[in-house]
């Protein structure tokens, strides 16, 4: 997959974190670069490399590329290097079908043992997205995203399909990234903050069949935006006249 050559990370600060914070500032510095594509695809992750741009030995680097593995967010090769996970377009259609199922199981269930204070998290949590596209702050945007719906995976009360449910929401952040742009100049398809809205009101009415029938609308929103992201036609700086 091609992408936009991205820019050189910085070289942190030479102020140390203290040690139990390392892997953890650099956990989150370089998950947050891998999300928003800033760190591309396919990208070597140099243990040396980053030891001297955190400023911190090798341990925590170590330490915090573990944890993204664990996440699957990089691949840990069996020569000890290691890269930033291909986002696997060929694997698109199984997560849509996984997506839209976890979707659905789990705002059903929240419909059926939502709270008044689970409905209070996610009006919160909707209004910090909505605020996120109107910053066009793409990292807020995705995270927000996610962060609504892990709320209405809590408000289920089942805490392995909403867990199976949160580990999706992230490894679709990066898919999200990809097409944020083109999903935002679209005037069919503007991010529909109220979506999210509408989602809330058939929670909280625990109309279980509308919140089904609502969620399933959302997955396919995802699905049709990127499939038309990935169909996208980009020629009207190439249009040439024939003799």
């Known amino acids: 997959m091609r992408t936009t050559a991205p ?30 594509l800033q760190l591309a695809p396919g ?3 140099d243990e040396t490399s ?14 915090a590329l573990v944890r993204l593995s664990a996440d699957g967010l990089v691949d840990m090769l069996s020569n000890r290097s ?7 377009l060929e694997e698109f259609p199984r997560y849509v079908e996984a997506l839209d199922f976890l979707q659905r199981i789990n705002t059903r269930l929240a419909a059926k043992n939502r709270t008044d204070e689970d409905l ?10 909505e605020d996120a596209c109107d910053a066009e702050d793409h990292f807020l945007i995705s995270a927000t995203n996610r962060d609504f719906h892990t709320a209405i995976a809590a408000a289920g009360r089942n805490p392995y399909l909403a867990k199976a449910y949160e580990r999706l929401l992230d490894d679709g952040r990066r898919i999200l990234h990809l097409h944020i742009d083109y999903v935002r100049q679209s005037d069919k398809n503007n991010l529909l903050t109220q979506a999210h809205f509408d989602l ?8 279980v069949n509308l919140a089904d029938r609502l969620a399933h609308e959302h997955s396919k929103q995802f699905h049709d935006g990127f499939r038309r ?13 024939l003799e």
């Open 82 to 88: 290691t890269l930033v996970a291909p986002v696997k």
């Open 43 to 45: 990208v070597p992750l």
């Open 50 to 63: 980053l030891a001297e741009r955190f400023v911190m030995s090798r341990s925590p680097i170590r330490e």
């Open 7 to 36: 820019d050189k990370p910085k070289r942190e600060s030479s102020t140390r974190v203290t040690r139990g914070a390392g892997a953890k500032h650099v956990y989150e510095t370089l998950r947050q670069e891998i999300l928003t």
């Open 229 to 241: 992201f990935l169909k996208a036609e980009y020629t009207q700086d190439f249009e040439f006249e």
């Open 200 to 207: 809330i009101e058939a929670i909280s009415a625990q109309d």
């Open 120 to 129: 209070s998290t996610m009006t919160r949590l909707a209004l910090a997205f």
